[in-house]
């Protein structure tokens, strides 16, 4: 993800007074203070976010929302500063990986509930990583109280080893080196949820019959009213599950943004919007509102919204790393084709040859 360059906006509650601001695009050749420039050797400067031919420099951007890059100066008298109020201090996740100081030690295995055929799978696995990896296991309580695990006598003395954990209740983040996941999507967003919302937030009108109507306010501005079924601020990663089903583009988990998605809008001009990561987003009912709201994290732990209830979103400045079969990309465009048939139609047949002779020489 690049971030393009955009406006400087000096704000006006700095004083005259203020400390001089020094440029180190301009390497060191310029001091510059709110009250006049003071300019030291002259030097010549692009206009052009182009490289200049004939440059020996390689043409590169940066992999970080933490200003305008390669392009810093803009004539011979301005130049970009870096403006702390404006800084958006989330970096981007195609730039992360995630690494140890030291070799992992405690895992935390979720397994899908009630699911038969995953109970060989995590004994083995369970066994490997205690036995073979000297490792120590999280597991939730409940998933030791299947009568299959519980009625395995071969299984006990593995059993004994476990460390649990009860949901809401025990918290394990501090504790936790890596998670595996037993199970399908629902079970990574339960791990997920465990510690942050991976997918989506959704507001919505409940039971009511009534349209939900809702103040949606962006770093402290109202943007928007709306007035439907509810509205869904989601991740990249949740683009393709709920926000994909009410219109939204598919995102890349890469692109750091926040999607917000409006559910059967009652307005024929009220389309999905991407804003940028680390902007904070409050949900609040309308003063008008003639209902309640409800809420709903990732699909679970739903609750009533009310009138002076509000809720504010926004971006962990810490990223949920997974491993990759092969590469981001790769994996992503697969996950489209085989979970949601992205795409997928009978192609179109080709004209044949001697069809393609005979119009020829028709047009002859």
């Known amino acids: 993800m690049e971030m393009e360059p955009g406006k400087m906006n000096v704000s006006k509650e700095l004083s005259p007074d203020s400390a001089s601001y020094h440029c180190s695009a301009c390497h060191g050749d310029e001091t510059w203070s709110y009250n006049h420039p003071i300019r030291g050797r002259a030097k010549s400067r692009s206009l052009s976010a182009s490289p200049a031919l004939g440059s020996t420099k390689e043409f590169r951007r940066t992999r970080s929302l933490h200003g305008p890059c390669p392009v810093t100066t803009f004539g011979p008298k301005a130049c970009v500063l870096q403006n702390p109020q404006t800084i958006m201090h989330i970096q981007d996740p195609a730039s992360q990986r995630l690494t140890w100081n030291k070799s992992p ?11 038969a055929s995953l109970l060989q799978p995590f004994k083995e696995l369970c066994i490997y990583l205690m036995e073979e990896n000297n490792m120590i296991v999280y597991v939730e309580k409940k998933v030791l109280e299947d009568p299959a695990i519980v009625s395995d006598e071969n299984f006990g003395p593995v059993k004994k080893k476990f460390c649990t954990f009860r949901e809401d209740y025990d918290d394990i983040s501090n504790q936790i080196d890596f998670i595996i996941c037993l199970g399908g999507d629902g079970t990574l967003l339960y791990a997920s949820s465990l510690f942050q919302v991976l997918n989506e937030v959704v507001i919505d009108r409940g039971p009511s019959s009534y349209l939900s109507n809702v103040d949606v306010y962006l770093d402290g501005h109202l943007i928007t009213t709306v007035q439907g079924d509810g509205v869904i601020v989601s991740t990249p990663t949740g683009s393709t599950a709920y926000a994909a089903a009410a219109g939204a583009s598919m995102v890349h988990p890469n692109v750091p943004a926040i999607m917000v998605t409006p559910i059967c809008p009652h307005s024929l001009s009220f389309r999905p919007i991407v804003v940028p990561a680390g902007v904070e987003l409050k949900i609040m009912l309308s003063p008008e509102a003639r209902n309640t709201a409800w809420v709903s994290f990732d699909g679970r732990k739903r609750q009533e919204i009310r009138h002076g209830d ?15 079969v092969s590469d ?9 084709a085989q979970c949601l048939h992205w795409n997928v139609r009978k192609k179109q047949a080709h004209f044949p040859e001697d069809e393609d002779e005979d119009q020829d020489e028709e047009d002859s």
């Open 105 to 115: 030690k405690s895992v935390l295995v979720i397994k899908k509930i009630r699911d």
């Open 310 to 324: 509000s809720i504010s979103i926004t971006t962990s400045c810490y990223p949920l790393p997974s491993i990759c």
């Open 328 to 336: 981001p990309v790769s994996d992503w465009f697969e996950s489209l």
